[in-house]
Every structure is written in C-alpha cells, then in structure tokens.
C-alpha cells in the first residue's frame, strides 16, 4: 500500500573535517552548484574514502578527484581540494583502481596535507551529486559539524 514512497538514501562523508555549505566553498563552479549539488568538507583528515556503495566509474588522472556511479543511477563526485588538478598528482596516492565496484568508507585516495597545503591550495573537498535531475529532496546534514570518514552521514536523497 506504501510502495510509492521512495526510501531515503545517504552519503557518508569521504574524509574527516567540517561541513559546510557548498555555497560557501571559494570556487565559484562548486559555490554556484555548477558541477552539480552537495556539501563541502574542510578537510581535517588524509584519507578520502567511497561515501556510500558503488562503482569507482573515474578516477582523474591527477588522483584529484574521483566520480561513483549508483546501483540507482546516482552519479556522484568528491573533488579533492580547490584548484589542486594543478599539482598533476603531486600530493595524492590513489588506493583502487577506476571500474572497481566499492563499499562506503572503503579507502580510495590518501593525500599528503603538507604537500598540497604548502603550495597554498585548500583542501576543502566538495561532495556532489553531478545529474541532480535523477535526485529529490537532496538535504546537506551535518553543517558546521565535525564528522568522521565512512561513518557520519553528509547528505541524504531520494531517486526520482
């Protein structure tokens, strides 16, 4: 008889730190949702973790950044740090290989912070859902709150 409601799915956060709003993060391609939708984190951590079960469909080449598809069509993105492609690599260790299917908080990518921050990048890291059309109510939880890599909860959904 309830088999309309649509369940509600989670995120967990890729890597410790704070939350914060994507609106608030100083690259205006992730503060104006250009990319897509999500949260941020100013990153505490060295350890970017999968934020939920999937498939590891792209790791960039720079290990800057990686992209997951969802057994439900979900396409998300965790963009290491502001600007920091230009590093070429420089900083990141990449821990699973593209095409590898994931848990949450399995370990995908390890940074060196002293490396990227003492080039004088940020490592805030956006977490975002890139085809937001497929997605509903998207609510960043957690804002302003300090959370814990592969445990605490950033961002909830429901498909379309």
Same mark, same amino acid.
């Given at each position: 008889?309830?088999?309309?409601?649509?369940?509600e799915s989670?995120?967990?956060?890729?890597?410790?730190? &704070? =939350?914060?709003? +994507? $609106?608030?993060?100083?690259?205006? =391609?992730?503060?104006?949702?250009?990319?897509?939708?999500?949260?941020?984190i100013d990153?505490?951590?060295d350890?970017?973790?999968?934020?939920?079960?999937?498939? +590891?469909?792209?790791?960039f080449?720079?290990?800057?950044?990686?992209?997951?598809?969802?057994?439900?069509?979900?396409?998300?993105?965790?963009?290491?740090?502001?600007?920091?492609? $230009?590093?070429?690599?420089?900083?990141?260790?990449?821990? %699973?290989?593209?095409?590898?299917?994931? &848990?949450?908080?399995?370990p995908?990518?390890k940074i060196?912070r002293?490396?990227?921050?003492?080039?004088? +990048? $940020?490592?805030?890291?956006?977490?975002?859902?890139t085809?937001?059309?497929?997605? &509903?109510?998207?609510?960043?939880? $957690?804002?302003? %709150?300090?959370?814990?890599?592969?445990?605490?909860?950033?961002?909830?959904?429901?498909?379309?």
């Open positions: 008889m309830f088999g309309f409601f649509k369940k989670k995120f967990v956060a890729p890597i410790d730190g &704070k =939350v914060m709003n +994507l $609106s608030d993060v100083p690259d205006p =391609v992730f503060a104006e949702k250009m990319a897509g939708d999500g949260v941020a990153t505490t951590g350890t970017i973790v999968a934020p939920c079960d999937g498939e +590891l469909t792209l790791v080449k720079t290990n800057h950044a990686f992209a997951m598809t969802l057994s439900n069509g979900v396409e998300l993105l965790v963009h290491i740090g502001i600007d920091t492609v $230009s590093l070429n690599g420089e900083g990141f260790e990449r821990l %699973q290989e593209q095409g590898t299917t994931v &848990k949450a908080g399995t995908i990518i060196n002293d490396i990227i921050t003492g080039k004088g +990048l $940020s490592l805030i890291t956006p977490v975002l859902v085809n937001v059309d497929n997605v &509903k109510d998207l609510t960043p939880v $957690s804002v302003g %709150q300090n959370v814990t890599a592969g445990n605490d909860t950033v961002l909830t959904y429901k498909v379309k």
